[in-house]
């Protein structure tokens, strides 16, 4: 079995970074079987990203703080959780962004693609959904539409719902909504796709981030499940995301 280990810059990933590498070895990515991201979950998301086009299936064990994404930390037995884990196949967002130079950017997301004001003028977004308009005008801080992976993460600080992994749906959330004041966000299909359409641009100038991509003073954008792209996450028997997802709605 082959594993590449990638640590985090905290002293306590690396500490236990030296630890596995002494245990199993250090396999480059060319080489192995399993990638196994050491660190929190921005640790986590940024392996993915970088290794998204490899297919390679990714086992994160915490070393950070919250860790919604990683499997708890033990150095014994690695081999024997790999082959044991479940596996939670995980589709990223695919976000196409105009800017009103009318320059285009593209950019994947796992956990959300969000759009927030970049001034003290709230933002007025028109929402489409599969070529519907859905909300004409959206006065708002901002709006964002996670993943089932991120609806723990902002959405769920956003007051979005969690979703939990297989449902099918992705949450579309408000961020600090004025007008329509009762609208709380949507969930949608997971084949949907989603236009953001910025009003008056110029005057309510809007940022939107994939992740941690970030596009500024855009007027459209577009978003869309890649589902010509598989992230295949491990979890230990019992520990996988849908569980914590659904364990997540009864914490009080």
């Known amino acids: 079995m082959k594993i590449h280990f990638s640590a985090s810059s905290h002293d306590q990933a690396l500490e236990r970074l030296d630890t596995l590498v002494r245990l199993y070895g250090q396999s480059d990515l060319d080489d192995a079987d399993y990638i196994v991201p050491l660190g929190g979950d921005g640790h986590m998301l940024h392996v993915l990203h970088d290794t998204m086009e490899r297919g390679l299936p990714v086992f994160g064990m915490n070393c950070g703080g919250v860790g919604f994404l990683m499997n708890h930390y033990a150095s014994a037995e ?95 959330t408000p961020i600090s909504p004025f007008r329509p004041r009762r609208w709380r966000g949507a969930l949608l299909a997971e084949t949907s796709q989603v236009v953001l359409d910025i009003l008056d641009p110029d005057f309510r100038p809007v940022s939107v981030s994939a992740d941690s991509a970030e596009f500024r003073r855009v007027k459209s954008v577009s978003i869309k499940q890649a589902d010509d792209i598989t992230l295949n996450l491990l979890y230990d028997p019992g520990f996988s995301l849908s569980d914590r997802a659904i364990a997540e709605q009864f914490i009080t």
């Not at 800017?99 to 007025?124: K, Y």
């Not at 708002?140 to 993460?153: E, F, K, M, N």
């Open 78 to 172: 690695l081999p024997e959780r790999l082959q044991a884990a479940e596996t939670a196949p995980l589709h990223p967002l695919r976000m196409t962004a105009i800017g009103i130079d009318d320059a285009c950017g593209d950019a994947l997301a796992i956990n959300e693609v969000s759009m927030l004001r970049q001034t003290h003028n709230a933002a007025h977004i028109r929402i489409t959904v599969d070529g519907k308009i859905q909300l004409e005008q959206l006065v708002c801080d901002g709006v964002l539409l996670a993943t089932p992976a991120g609806s723990t993460a902002y959405n769920l600080s956003a007051h979005g719902p969690i979703v939990p992994l297989g449902t099918g749906l992705l949450a579309l």
